[in-house]
């Protein structure tokens, strides 16, 4: 059911809550503004491989990793212009996301999202033991950011958020563009419906999930460069399921299938549990919990749900 | 002894049962019948609590059970057979017959009541140790029949329960019926397979697209032209 | 050689009762209720946790401590179904889920792993073991602390499979698993079998925590990567089916041990993913084939 105010709405809460920086540049706010763009690229991404396209995935903080760390070791290694880092890393990410849609296609369910889960996993026992490739525990650090932004740290800060922002954004519109107005987004939608019956239609599924895998994975990918850039550290730890976690819960948060929903989900729970985190790092972590049991008991579609009138 | 009356029910948004009424007499064999999709099998599950009926009532021994679920319908006297007999295909005949007894409320009277069983029905002796799932098709409706007898219940409502069956083990099924209805248990049974159902039954239901098309004796059923053209003309398939 | 593998081979074989322990838990409940636990390792958490409580700060025998433990954990399971389960099965009625246990479990995860650093602190607690002292087998010598897991999860297994095969309620909880409608038509009601499921898988969980204490210390995220670890064992057993679940931890434990002799130990944990990835592949029902709870 195509609802125009509530999308409408959702994308000018984006603009605005993206715009707000702007009115409060202080250093805090804009270090964690850029943290939330990034958290809202990864959401988005999640939602259009298992939220729009129905192939359940726990594992999305595998490709956040391993775009956070090719754009990283490209930099420190080979001197790669993190500008050209940014798609390096998403490339890569997307490649391994297409490697992992082959196994996927024979997969449902509850094998999918364990296998996806089981592959994270890997990639984060990789990440802490590879040594040579991957720095091991400790991480790759000591690379360059982007050059030429301005000096002085409340203007490099600004325009690093600047930056993010943008690419994020882009990255979300762009998500948001092939799902609604391509016919891979049709495609997207009837395999979520009904793949078999889709498949007996004349739908190529087999290359829209590939597909979606793809992309889901080369977005998910760039929110890991954007990390790596902005953080300039990047450790195993970001591929952890914890990651996965967060996502969905800001995805169910949103509202699953919208790509809108999840990154205002991402948004509104990261700036939530970050105010909660003045009374102590544990509390927002238990609301994150308690607000994907609760929403998933009692609001399943988010936000957008409400939006629509559940 | 069992009153249905006015009852709507479907599956999400698609309603089959348009408002339909039906009554059993205590100690009664009722049947029901009608063409596909008349309803007959969700008037069942929705006497039994599967599916919840948007509207009517029904009232089983003067008590509404409207609503009730299925194991609070079993544990007032109503029992339910499906289609497919609903065996613990993976547990043996035994186990399968221990579960009949679940709602007794002691181990000895679960040995009584499976030994009453088996003794009405012998063929499943032997098989005692069997899985149930490797029993051939009619030994499997007798099973069911049997679990379905170890906890007396007072009104049993049978799913078809010549589907899929070879004619002679029809006859079997139905000898089994006849003797639990001769021992005070009153039963409703859908039947697509009209012959066998008019030869046992007392007073017969037609459904037709999820409303009443008659009710009668056997006698009045075969008697009216009408239905005999719209209903027996199915029979002979 | 021969004290090599034989070390390996012991090894082995007491981490695959640990494995067997959480991984038939996980199975029991996705056999009866299709739902997959994530939060399964925060349970065992607890019972590492309620065992500190019981030996460290009340002082109670280890026995006692690990009992009281495992039943504590169960007891907490109890409330998993009716709390939250329960009402999201009574929402979505007949539609299909999705992924939405799956999401609800890993809230619930997230909550309990958040709710234990919150309450206990996030250091490493210290248990001391639960016996002393060493078996000298000539070759090599085993602690007793390692047999004592080994012996008691064989114990709480056998428990487990003889009452699911005899008991009437281990058999309603079969005939849940193998076909509801059918055993509601018994009697049997659905809601307090799934209950009850959920706090057996859940109880075995936290016996392990608290067995494992004095091997694996006891923080709140202790047990999320053997969840993971589980899962995979759970599907190369063969989901639902209990035997598997026992087999696979086996085998993935046994493998996880010989592998030393070939792969740096750091990459040991990996062995449990390969093996599933390969199953998936190749025998997707796994090794004793997706048969519901026997």
Redesign the interface.
């Known amino acids: 059911m195509r609802a125009r105010l509530p999308r409408a709405a959702g994308w000018t809460a984006l603009a605005a809550l993206g715009l707000l920086p702007a009115l409060l540049p202080h250093p805090f706010v804009l270090t964690l503004a850029t943290q939330a763009a990034i958290w809202a690229l990864l959401a988005a991404s999640w939602d259009l491989l298992s939220g729009y396209t129905g192939q359940i995935s726990f594992g999305h903080a595998g490709f956040f990793a391993v775009g956070a760390y090719a754009a990283a070791a490209a930099t420190k290694h080979a001197g790669l212009s993190p500008w050209l880092g940014l798609p390096f890393g998403a490339a890569v990410a997307g490649g391994l996301g297409i490697l992992a849609g082959f196994p996927a296609l024979r997969l449902r369910g509850h094998y999918l999202a364990l296998v996806t889960l089981g592959l994270a996993e890997i990639i984060r026992l990789v990440a802490q033991n590879w040594l040579e490739l991957t720095g091991g525990p400790f991480g790759i650090h000591d690379f360059a950011s982007y050059p030429g932004l301005p000096a002085g740290p409340l203007a490099l800060r600004r325009a690093r958020y600047v930056v993010t922002l943008g690419v994020a954004a882009a990255a979300v519109v762009a998500m948001a563009v092939v799902c609604t107005r391509t016919a891979a987004g049709r495609a997207f939608r009837a395999i979520r419906e009904d793949d078999v019956l889709a498949a007996s239609l004349g739908v190529n599924t087999t290359a829209y999930k590939l597909l979606a895998f793809g992309l889901s994975a080369a977005f998910g990918g760039l929110a890991g460069t954007l990390y790596a850039y902005d953080v300039q550290l990047v450790s195993p730890s970001v591929a952890s399921a914890a990651t996965t976690s967060l996502v969905i819960g800001m995805a169910v948060f949103g509202g699953l299938g919208t790509i809108w929903g999840p990154a205002l989900g991402a948004l509104l729970l990261f700036a939530v549990g970050e105010a909660l985190r003045f009374a102590g790092v544990v509390y927002n972590l238990i609301a994150v919990g308690l607000v994907i049991m609760v929403f998933v008991i009692f609001l399943p579609r988010g936000l957008a749900g409400l939006a629509r009138g559940r | 002894m069992l009153v249905v009356e006015g009852v709507r029910a479907g599956y999400g948004r698609l309603e089959i049962l348009q408002g339909v009424s039906l009554t059993v007499e205590p100690g009664a064999l009722v049947g029901l019948i009608g063409p596909n999709g008349a309803g007959k099998s969700t008037l069942l599950k929705t006497v039994f609590g599967y599916l919840r009926p948007g509207a009517g009532q029904i009232l089983f021994e003067g008590r509404p059970v409207t609503g009730l679920r299925p194991d609070q319908a079993r544990r007032r006297g109503l029992g339910y057979v499906a289609q497919d007999g609903g065996l613990f295909a993976e547990m043996t005949v035994h186990d399968n017959l221990v579960l009949g007894g679940y709602v007794l409320p002691s181990r000895r009277a679960v040995r009584a009541a499976i030994e009453a069983a088996l003794e009405r029905f012998p063929v499943l002796r032997d098989r005692r140790r069997q899985v149930a799932g490797s029993l051939s098709g009619g030994e499997q409706r007798i099973l069911a029949l049997a679990r379905a007898l170890v906890t007396r219940p007072r009104l049993l409502l049978v799913d078809e329960p010549s589907a899929a069956l070879a004619p002679g083990m029809i006859d079997r099924v139905y000898d089994a019926l006849v003797a639990l209805h001769r021992t005070g248990l009153a039963l409703l049974i859908v039947e697509q397979n009209v012959e066998a159902i008019l030869g046992v039954a007392g007073r017969v239901f037609v459904l037709d697209l999820g409303r009443n098309a008659f009710d009668g004796t056997p006698a009045e059923l075969r008697g009216s032209d009408r239905v005999r053209r719209l209903y027996l003309g199915e029979a002979v398939a | 050689m021969l004290e090599s593998l034989l070390e390996f081979a012991i090894q082995g074989v007491v981490l695959g009762g640990l494995y067997a322990l959480f991984a038939v838990g996980l199975s029991l409940i996705?056999g009866v209720l299709d739902v997959?636990n994530i939060a399964h390792g925060e349970f065992f958490a607890l019972g590492g946790y309620l065992a500190f409580a019981g030996i460290v700060l009340l002082r109670w025998p280890a026995g006692a401590g690990v009992v009281a433990a495992a039943i504590g954990t169960g007891l907490l399971g109890l409330a998993v179904h009716p709390l939250?389960l329960g009402?999201?099965r009574r929402?979505l009625g007949?539609r299909p889920a999705?992924?939405?246990y799956?999401?609800?479990t890993?809230?619930?995860?997230?909550?309990?792993?958040?709710?234990l650093?919150?309450a206990a602190g996030g250091e490493y607690l210290r248990v001391p073991p639960h016996v002393r002292g060493v078996l000298d087998l000539g070759v090599t010598a085993v602690a007793y602390q390692r047999l004592l897991v080994l012996g008691a999860a064989v114990l709480a297994l056998a428990a487990l499979f003889a009452f699911l095969a005899h008991h009437?309620q281990g058999?309603?909880i079969?005939?849940v698993a193998?076909?509801p409608?059918?055993?509601?038509?018994?009697?049997?009601?659905?809601g307090r079998v799934h209950t009850l499921t959920v706090a057996l898988g859940v109880g075995l969980a936290g016996l392990g925590g608290a067995l494992m204490a004095p091997l694996f210390n006891v923080y709140p995220a202790v047990g999320?990567p053997l969840t993971?670890k589980a899962?995979?064992i759970v599907?190369v057993g063969g989901?639902g089916n209990l035997a598997g679940a026992l087999l696979a931890s086996f085998v993935v434990s046994l493998a996880e041990a010989f592998s030393v002799m070939a792969i740096?130990s750091?990459?040991q944990?990996?062995i449990a993913?390969?093996v599933?990835?390969a199953v998936?592949?190749l025998r997707?029902q796994g090794l004793l084939g997706r048969?519901?709870v026997?």
């Open positions: 996705f997959i939250l009402p999201l929402r007949r999705g992924p939405l799956l999401v609800l890993l809230g619930l995860s997230t909550f309990l792993q958040s709710t650093l919150l009437r058999l309603a079969r005939a193998q076909n409608d059918a055993a509601q038509a018994m009697g049997i009601p659905l999320f993971i899962f995979a599907i989901m740096p750091e990459w944990n990996l993913f390969v599933m990835i998936l592949l997707p048969a519901v026997r």
